[in-house]
């Protein structure tokens, strides 16, 4: 099939986002085809810049959350650096932001006064727990959103304080959920000739991820108690993780799959015994079923014997990997669910793709990241129509920012 034109080529995104929820909704935008102008506002740039490996002004952090975008660096206290951004605003599609509510508006820049300038724009707004209600004005980052979620209670050990996952589960979903409607914004604006405002927030988010518990919690309060389950499911058994030689193994068994792991255990009589007949009864004997299963898993040399065993049943399970041993999974590689890109002052290393793979788009690795301001003048001609005297009377005023290494002023027309 020949390769289509990306698909979002053609949109123009202003990213007002730093660190990962919003920029990785405009991450995912500018890698299909957006061109999104990343505005940093300060001579340090977005935050973490300064995270990961850093090197000659870039970090693996900021080219990860980053690529696919350009850096237009730019003193927003100034009053020119206002009136330069409202002044692109009728050639831009999508807006996006991720400080605390309130503070876009503050700049000048809120969505009501946007939509005057440009009625067909679209603007997200991502936060911690949202635009509106009681705890809106509260400062917020990932886990603050997982712990008002109800999530950050379910993780860990019941004898045990909550444990908190060593990466950014609520800000990258959130991002991807964001990408997912201002797509959607788009689609509606290109019918109907009118924008919207998006509200997204990490709490959302995170309260999205409850697949069963928050119906039956409000059918059945008095009796439903969610409950931490340390490494077994809450629900189901036999699921969880379970010890072998040499590391974990993860099943998730469902109730017609039972069958075929006693066959695979050479024990057909579990199928029939009291104790484990239905899923109800093997989550209350499970301790018993865990100590069979894992009495089971040491009778073979390693862990990868063991889930053969298992694959011969087609019982659902995988070995539990760690972050190592799934960078270099031939899986991963084969899918670019792991790719090898290129800056070109950081070097060659791995990066995640997109979550989704698109027929017409391979996943892309011809990946760049800017360093701050160092499109300054392309943006702003581009955009703006501005000469290089204009751009050059800009830097001059300290209206625009670079980052030291690219800092020298464009020359000016003679």
Request: hydrophobic share 40%; with cysteine.
């Amino acid at each position: 099939m020949e390769q289509q034109a990306l698909m979002l080529k053609g949109y123009r995104v202003l990213d007002f986002t730093h660190f990962v929820a919003g920029p990785t909704c405009t991450r995912i935008m500018g890698e299909l085809g957006a061109d999104v102008i990343k505005v940093e506002r300060s001579l340090e740039g977005d935050h973490v810049r300064q995270l990961g490996i850093v090197k000659d002004g870039m970090s693996t952090y900021y080219f990860q959350h980053s690529h696919s975008k350009r850096s237009l660096g730019i003193d927003l206290r100034n009053p020119r650096a206002t009136a330069l951004i409202l002044a692109m605003i009728p050639k831009i599609d999508v807006v996006v932001e991720n400080f605390a509510p309130g503070v876009i508006a503050s700049m000048g820049f809120d969505y009501a006064t946007l939509s005057k300038i440009n009625p067909k724009l679209v603007m997200c707004s991502i936060s911690a727990t949202g635009q509106s209600g009681p705890l809106s004005k509260r400062p917020g980052y990932d886990f603050i959103g997982s712990a008002f979620a109800g999530v950050t209670d379910l993780l860990g050990e019941p004898d045990r304080p909550p444990i908190v996952p060593t990466m950014a589960i609520g800000d990258v979903s959130t991002g991807v959920a964001a990408a997912m409607a201002v797509g959607f914004a788009l689609l509606n604006a290109s019918r109907t000739g009118q924008g919207q405002y998006l509200d997204a927030s990490l709490l959302d988010t995170y309260f999205h991820m409850h697949e069963m518990a928050v119906p039956v919690l409000s059918m059945r309060r008095e009796t439903f108690k969610p409950r931490r389950n340390g490494s077994q499911h809450p629900v189901g058994s036999p699921s969880g993780v379970f010890k072998a030689n040499g590391g974990y193994i993860m099943l998730l068994v469902q109730q017609h799959e039972f069958p075929r792991i006693a066959r695979a255990m050479g024990r057909p009589d579990l199928v029939a015994d009291e104790r484990f007949k239905s899923n109800g009864r093997r989550v209350r004997n499970n301790a018993a079923l865990k100590t069979i299963i894992e009495d089971w898993f040491a009778t073979f040399p390693d862990r990868d014997s063991a889930i053969a065993a298992l694959d011969q049943e087609r019982v659902p399970c995988a070995p539990v990997l760690t972050l190592e041993e799934a960078v270099d999974h031939p899986h991963m590689r084969a899918r670019k669910t792991v790719r090898r890109v290129s800056d070109r002052t950081l070097g060659e290393f791995d990066l995640p793709s997109l979550p989704v793979k698109f027929s017409a788009w391979p996943d892309r690795t011809d990946l760049k990241a800017s360093t701050l301001g160092e499109d300054n003048e392309a943006v702003l001609s581009e955009v703006l129509d501005l000469s290089a005297d204009e751009i050059a009377g800009l830097y001059a005023e300290k209206v625009l920012i670079k980052a030291p290494a690219a800092a020298k002023p464009p020359a000016t027309a003679s």
